[in-house]
Every structure is written in C-alpha cells, then in structure tokens.
Nanobody, 112 residues
Framework: QVHVVESGGDLVQPGGSLRLSCAAS????????MAWYRQAPGKQRELVAA???????YYSDSAKGRFTLSRDNAKNTVFLQMNNLKPEDTAAYYCNIPDLPWGQGTQVTVSS
C-alpha cells in the first residue's frame, strides 16, 4: 500500500533551521495537494502549511514569514523549509496527502 514518508526532523537550537521532506512511498504517486500538520504533546493536531496543485500555498499565522513550502517535481517530493525556529515549534510534524493514510510523523525539537 502506498504510504506517506516524512523525514527531516531533528533537535535544533532556537533560531535554527530544518527542512522537512514529504513523499509517497512509490514514486509513481504524484503529489498535487498536500499539507503539513503538527501535534505537540497534550495539544490537538494543527495545520501548519498547505500547497495546491497550482502551487498556491497557505501558512498558519505561526508559520508565516518563517516556513516555506517548495516542490521537487523530479523527485515527487514536497519540502517544508523552517527558519528561525522557536521552542513552541516543538512537535511531531505530519505530512497529509489526500487518499493516503497518515504517516509516522517526524519529530522536531527546538531547545537550547
């Protein structure tokens, strides 16, 4: 079964940067619409950013100005570049692709 593959999470200091990647487990599955969510311990999962087939993007208020979505169509991968990370960005980040089940997520921890 095709599933979501997320990667790129890590421990980073405040002010640092990370780039998360999202792809389908089978390269033939093209990604048109996708979204990144995150869930911190004890909190609900929240939408962080989304991109449409026409490359229109949406960012939550907390992500605006710091996070950027991009695509590598050759690799059928979508990236979330996260800059100026803050401790409140600490969460498990999940990529959501329509018609595919949720992935395992990738952990982002921002701490000094």
């Amino acid at each position: 079964q095709v599933h979501v593959v997320e990667s790129g999470g890590d421990l980073v200091q405040p002010g640092g940067s990370l780039r998360l990647s999202c792809a389908a487990s089978e390269s033939r599955f093209s990604i048109n619409v996708m979204a990144w969510y995150r869930q911190a311990p004890g909190k609900q999962r929240e939408l962080v950013a989304a991109i449409t087939g026409g490359d229109r993007t949406y960012y939550s208020d907390s992500a605006k100005g710091r996070f950027t979505l991009s695509r590598d169509n050759a690799k059928n991968t979508v990236f979330l570049q996260m800059n100026n990370l803050k401790p409140e960005d600490t969460a498990a980040y999940y990529c959501n692709i329509p018609d595919l089940p949720w992935g395992q997520g990738t952990q982002v921890t921002v701490s000094s």
